[in-house]
């Protein structure tokens, strides 16, 4: 039901989460103490860059940033990474996240290739992963390729984070954990909310293991297949001279602006006219001036809640303002 079928798993143990920031909140605690921490974490772009400012905010994490290709995290720039912060004296990131299948908001997923680099890296520095996975099951085409907890071979390394808001509903705010039964153990000793509510995950157990929930996953697949297409077929008729990659599956399209368009003044013009898109600077974790003039030539695009006349409407706004700033 998580996506996770058929782990050859040791000691593999699920535990229940309110939503994403709750599971943060504790895979931070359990690692160690607050201020201490660091991360490392994927950019560009991470949606989670949404989490991170709040990690920072509460626990005082630090993040630093690799980049990502169309292959995935690119492991040879977290190697060296890794390395010259060893060079230099720094400890370890206690974490490396990734978001391996239709990154939120670049759409990539990970080649099995580096996904098992990945894991062997983080095996060889003893490092502890964070697979944010809630994307795995809106797969738009082709086969799921090998979850990262899957390629743990002594389970204790990654920490599988996936959730229903994406597949079901984000109302149910309702998530889990996978990880090894030492590590859920450490977890449940730090929860402190009185736990998830017990009918709610009946409830979704019940509708997982019926008949319905097959029928549920092809629905959402279609639906969001269908306004995927729509919306680039928007894009294209609407903003000549943008860059866009097809994603696999997910909610977003992550588009690549030519250099004398500024997404923020793109985002905020497209405002005026009800249209809401995420201009790249939010997502990246990094605030220095290089990292926001990368930023700016990028801009997120969700075709998830849209209906598909309100997909070519929103485009039809955004076409002008972005050709006469391209032209400008
Ligand atoms: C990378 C990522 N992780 C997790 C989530 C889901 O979070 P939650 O379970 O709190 O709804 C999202 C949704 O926006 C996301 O983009």
Redesign the pocket.
């Known amino acids: 039901m998580c996506g996770l079928r058929g782990l050859p798993q040791p000691g593999i143990c699920f535990i229940a989460f309110h939503?994403?920031?709750y599971c943060f909140h504790s895979l931070v605690s359990v690692r160690s103490p607050p201020k201490s921490l660091k991360h490392s974490w994927q950019t560009p772009p991470s949606?989670?860059v949404f989490v991170s400012g709040t990690l920072s905010r509460t626990f005082g994490v630090e993040f630093v940033t690799v980049n990502q290709d169309a292959d995935g995290i690119e492991v040879g720039e977290l190697r060296h990474t890794l390395q010259q912060r060893a060079q230099q004296g720094l400890p370890p990131p206690k974490f490396i996240y990734d978001?391996v299948d239709f990154h939120?908001p670049s759409g990539v997923t990970a080649t099995a290739q580096r996904r098992s680099e990945l894991v062997d890296l983080a095996r060889e520095w003893n490092i502890f992963l964070i697979e944010?996975n809630?994307y795995r099951r809106v797969r738009f085409r082709g086969e799921s390729l090998p979850t990262l907890k899957s390629l743990d071979a002594d389970g204790d390394l990654v920490f599988h984070?996936g959730?229903f808001?994406?597949l079901i509903a984000?109302g149910l705010?309702l998530?889990w954990i996978a990880a090894h039964e030492s590590l859920i153990a450490r977890l449940i000793r730090l929860k402190s909310d009185g736990g998830c509510s017990p009918f709610m995950q009946q409830v979704v157990l019940g509708f997982c293991q019926s008949p319905h929930f097959t029928t549920h996953v092809r629905k959402v697949q279609d639906t969001y297949r269908e306004h995927r297409d729509r919306m680039l077929a928007a894009v294209k008729r609407e903003l000549p001279g943008v860059q866009v990659a097809i994603p696999e599956g997910g909610y977003y399209l992550w588009l690549t602006l030519p250099a004398n368009v500024n997404s923020d003044v793109l985002a905020s013009r497209a405002e005026e006219v009800a249209v809401h898109i995420i201009p790249g600077s939010r997502f990246f974790p990094s605030e220095d001036e290089t990292t926001l003039a990368r930023a700016r030539r990028y801009v997120r695009l969700s075709y998830s809640f849209a209906t598909l006349d309100q997909i070519d409407e929103g485009l039809k706004r955004l076409g002008p303002i972005y050709r006469s700033l391209a032209s400008g």
């Open positions: 939503g994403k920031m949606g989670s978001v939120n944010d809630p984070v959730t808001s994406k984000p705010r998530g």
